[in-house]
């Protein structure tokens, strides 16, 4: 049998200390923005496209792509995970389509959803989650400890970049 297996890349949105996640239709699960990597596009470009269409935010990836001399290439902003899911699976348990997420991290200047996209859901289907509202939360616990982390980590960069521009200034 033949697996078909898409790229995909999902963005942990964060904003005041909280996480963006909407319930998925479909899946019925809470997840954060994300989606297909079009033929066009890079996985960090599309996670933030993702984010755009789905929430309106302006994100920026929290971590950057490192400085490497390259004449003919360029480094990419790289994923906190690489996710691999099981989206149809037949009858004798083997998936037959499969998702390679890359999973990122960003921070918003803002909580105010207003989805960008032409079929996007409506902003009430999001809600900010804090860590403690996640570990206390029936999300799925791979979105809890992704989420939970992804707090952490654009807390560590806004006070990395507050130190950087105290000891410039």
Same mark, same amino acid.
């Given at each position: 049998?033949?697996?078909?297996?898409?790229?995909?890349?999902?963005?942990?949105?964060?904003?005041?200390? %909280? *996480?963006?996640?909407?319930?998925?239709?479909? =899946?019925?699960?809470?997840?954060?923005?994300?989606?297909?990597?079009?033929?066009?596009? =890079?996985?960090?470009?599309?996670? =933030?496209?993702?984010?755009?269409?789905?929430?309106? =935010? %302006?994100?920026?990836?929290?971590?950057?792509?490192?400085?490497?001399?390259?004449?003919?290439?360029? %480094?990419?902003?790289?994923?906190?995970?690489?996710?691999?899911?099981?989206?149809?699976?037949?009858? &004798?348990?083997?998936?037959?389509?499969?998702?390679?997420?890359? *999973?990122?991290?960003?921070?918003? &200047?803002?909580? &105010?959803?207003?989805? &960008?996209?032409?079929?996007?859901?409506?902003?009430? *289907?999001?809600?900010?989650?804090?860590?403690?509202?996640?570990?206390?939360?029936?999300?799925?616990?791979?979105?809890?400890?992704?989420?939970?982390?992804?707090?952490?980590? *654009?807390?560590?960069?806004?006070?990395?970049?507050?130190?950087?521009?105290?000891?410039?200034?």
């Amino acid at each position: 049998m033949e697996t078909t297996r898409h790229f995909t890349a999902t963005v942990y949105v964060v904003n005041d200390g %909280a *996480v963006a996640l909407h319930e998925h239709d479909r =899946l019925g699960i809470r997840i954060p923005p994300g989606g297909h990597v079009d033929r066009d596009e =890079l996985p960090h470009e599309a996670g =933030l496209r993702e984010v755009r269409e789905e929430t309106g =935010l %302006a994100a920026e990836l929290v971590g950057d792509a490192p400085d490497v001399p390259a004449p003919a290439g360029r %480094a990419l902003p790289s994923p906190r995970y690489q996710m691999l899911y099981d989206i149809d699976v037949n009858e &004798d348990g083997e998936a037959y389509h499969q998702h390679i997420d890359h *999973v990122f991290f960003a921070e918003a &200047d803002s909580r &105010d959803i207003d989805p &960008d996209g032409d079929d996007e859901e409506d902003p009430e *289907v999001w809600q900010w989650y804090t860590p403690a509202e996640l570990r206390a939360s029936d999300v799925d616990p791979d979105t809890v400890e992704i989420g939970i982390e992804a707090v952490e980590a *654009v807390a560590a960069a806004t006070a990395e970049s507050s130190a950087t521009a105290h000891t410039e200034g």
